[in-house]
């Protein structure tokens, strides 16, 4: 399965980033010798890297790796679509065997950013696993385990961080929440800004996003 529930746990990517207790993160760009170009690099709050983004400006696929450079997750946005649609995968893969979720605008037209979020089991698609929710005015985002709202992670604009890097975030999330999974979103989000920055085909202008994620 892609995602369990066990002792009100949440995995969707594996139980290795499960832990009992909060987990505390942040993400920035710019950092020498760990991120490339203006791609995301995550940090722990000593300052060690943990993930880093990884892929071609032009191409439409990025990877999640680890520190060493292991790829964690493929992040591959689908080409002309109306609901500006990301798949994620396993690993190194886009094969359909792979895939983990999927993230797509929730409609064509939207004043503010609404995201939904499919786990890969969820054939039918009829109702989302997780919704994401853009405030513009307080620049957040809201991400949703079907109509609940407990928070399992939040995001928050950080001025300074252990690294020297810019546009940095805090990441704080809830224990036994699959803390892969947050920066994966995390990282799409930020995808979605730059495209919109750029004018292209996006969700909407979510620079400097601010991201609360809530489950059952």
């Known amino acids: 399965m892609n995602q369990h529930q066990r002792n009100n746990s949440i995995t969707v990517i594996s139980p290795h980033f499960c832990t009992p207790y909060k987990v505390n993160l942040y993400t920035a760009r710019g950092v020498k010798n760990v991120t490339e170009g203006s791609r995301l690099g995550v940090f722990d709050t000593n300052g060690n890297n943990i993930f880093k983004v ?9 990877i999640l790796a ?56 969820n054939k039918a698609q009829d109702v989302c696993d997780f919704k994401v929710k853009q405030n513009y005015s307080e620049k957040s985002c809201v991400i949703y385990r079907g109509g609940s709202k407990n928070i399992i992670a939040e995001i928050h604009k950080k001025k300074t961080g252990k690294v020297s890097g810019k546009d940095t975030f805090s990441v704080t999330i809830q ?12 990282v799409i989000v930020d995808e979605m800004n730059k495209a919109s920055e750029r004018g292209d085909r996006g969700v909407g202008a979510v620079s400097g996003a601010v991201v609360s994620v809530i489950t059952a």
Do not use: M
């Not at 990884?54 to 990025?62: A, L, Q, T, W, Y």
């Not at 679509?81 to 895939?99: A, C, I, Q």
């Not at 503010?112 to 089991?121: G, P, R, Y």
């Not at 224990?175 to 995390?186: G, H, K, M, S, T």
């Open 54 to 62: 990884k892929g071609n400006f032009f191409s439409h696929r990025r």
């Open 66 to 121: 680890d520190a060493a450079g292991n790829p964690v997750v493929t992040l591959q946005e689908k080409k002309f679509t109306l609901h500006n649609t990301w798949k994620v995968y396993r690993g190194d893969s886009t094969s359909s065997k792979k895939l983990l979720f999927t993230v797509k605008k929730s409609s064509c037209l939207q004043l503010k950013t609404k995201l939904n979020v499919f786990l890969a089991s």
């Open 175 to 186: 224990p036994n929440v699959d803390y892969a999974f947050i920066i994966a979103l995390r």
